[in-house]
């Protein structure tokens, strides 16, 4: 059965830290990992990542996958307190768009 | 583009009701996902179509649970007779790629 586990499971900052989220994944057929962002609404895509070492990049967030290790981080630098969400882990195997198994999610939490 | 649209939004229903939840991808994505989540159990994956066709189903807890789509732009989740475990939040997503779009999501209480 696919896993995907995340840590930590909830973390409180300060506005202006960097902040490092983890996931680890075990699947059989690995396709590609992805992050979602999920505030009181629907999970929203930040990155997919399928390759080894290279980094995805969005404004102040970045995440990085490593195949052999079988994680992913997710950073966050200069947190906001819009950065205040639930981040998810979730990794495809099999062929095509196939379902996805996430992790059960980091809550951030972003103090002013 | 709308996005995922579905409906209702939110859902209070007695125990041995049934209950339909509907769905509408975006248009032109061909994969359509029907997700629960909850506290303890976070989301999870209960039946994904392509083209229509329902590829995998494994995640559908019970026979009381199916799902239709009819054509590429509906899809039907039912739970018939409803129990209060399956109190959670019932998420739709299409995709056309690996990326998969979500939509807002049906809150179902059942009492």
């Known amino acids: 059965e696919d896993k995907v586990v995340q840590s930590p499971l909830s973390l409180v900052v300060h506005e202006g830290d960097t902040v490092t989220l983890n996931c680890s994944y075990e699947?059989?057929?690995?396709?590609?990992l992805l992050w979602y962002k999920q505030e009181k609404k629907a999970p929203t895509f930040l990155f997919m990542l399928t390759s080894s070492g290279i980094e995805k990049k969005s404004g102040r967030l970045s995440s990085i996958l490593d195949k052999k290790e079988l994680f992913s981080i997710l950073n966050i630098t200069a947190t906001q307190t819009g950065d205040s969400a639930v981040y998810l882990c979730?990794?495809?195997?099999?062929?095509?768009?196939?379902?996805?198994?996430f992790g059960k999610g980091t809550h951030l939490i972003i103090q002013p | 583009d709308a996005g995922v649209i579905q409906s209702p939004r939110h859902e209070v229903t007695e125990m041995g009701q049934e209950v339909t939840l509907r769905c509408k991808p975006i248009?032109?994505?061909?994969?359509l996902f029907w997700y629960r989540q909850t506290m303890m159990r976070g989301l999870e994956l209960l039946i994904y179509?392509?083209?229509?066709?329902?590829?995998?189903d494994s995640g559908m807890p019970e026979d009381r649970f199916s799902a239709k789509m009819p054509n590429a732009s509906f899809s039907t989740l039912k739970i018939q007779p409803s129990e209060p475990r399956d109190s959670a939040v019932y998420f739709c997503?299409?995709?056309?790629?690996?990326?998969?779009?979500f939509g807002p999501g049906t809150r179902l209480t059942v009492t």
């Open positions: 248009s032109g994505h061909d994969y």
């Open positions: 979730a990794v495809s195997s099999g062929g095509g768009a196939d379902g996805l198994t």
């Open positions: 179509f392509n083209n229509n066709v329902p590829i995998d």
């Open positions: 699947v059989t057929n690995f396709r590609s």
């Open positions: 997503a299409s995709s056309l790629t690996r990326e998969q779009y």
